[in-house]
């Protein structure tokens, strides 16, 4: 049974930064695609980053690009969000995701969010101006 974890939200000014982790039980992650989504009150489940099972494919919302880093270490089955330069507009709940049918994906992360098929509970982030 594949079960992820999120953690590390919290809060944060503007202009700063917090890392995400998330742990994946029961699925190596060397041998899928995983991704990062946020959700904003009353609105759909967005994508923020994905990355391949080769942990070097990778393909952000251009709207967190330049500032948001995904990363993955297979060895210890945890995929990470790196966010700088937080904004106000930052703040959402933020998900882990897996992708068991796929070792990576091109184009925008919101296109894949239906693909992906397990989901942690969320880590709350906030950005205070």
């Known amino acids: 049974q594949v079960q992820v974890e999120e953690s590390g939200g919290g809060s944060a000014q503007a202009g700063g930064s917090l890392r995400l982790s998330c742990v994946v039980f029961g699925y190596s992650t060397s041998n899928i695609c995983m991704g990062w989504f946020r959700k904003y009150p009353g609105k759909e489940r967005e994508g923020v980053a994905i990355?391949?099972?080769?942990?070097?494919?990778?393909s952000y919302a251009d709207s967190v690009k330049s500032r948001f880093t995904i990363s993955k270490d297979n060895a210890k089955n945890v995929l990470y969000l790196q966010m700088d330069s937080l904004k106000p507009e930052d703040t959402a709940m933020y998900y882990c995701?897996?992708?068991?049918?796929?070792?990576?994906?091109?184009?925008?992360?919101?296109?894949?969010?239906?693909?992906?098929?397990?989901w942690g509970q969320g880590t709350e982030v906030t950005v205070s101006s």
């Open positions: 995701a897996t992708d068991l049918t796929s070792t990576a994906r091109v184009g925008p992360p919101s296109q894949y969010v239906s693909l992906f098929d397990h």
């Open positions: 990355i391949g099972a080769d942990g070097r494919s990778t």
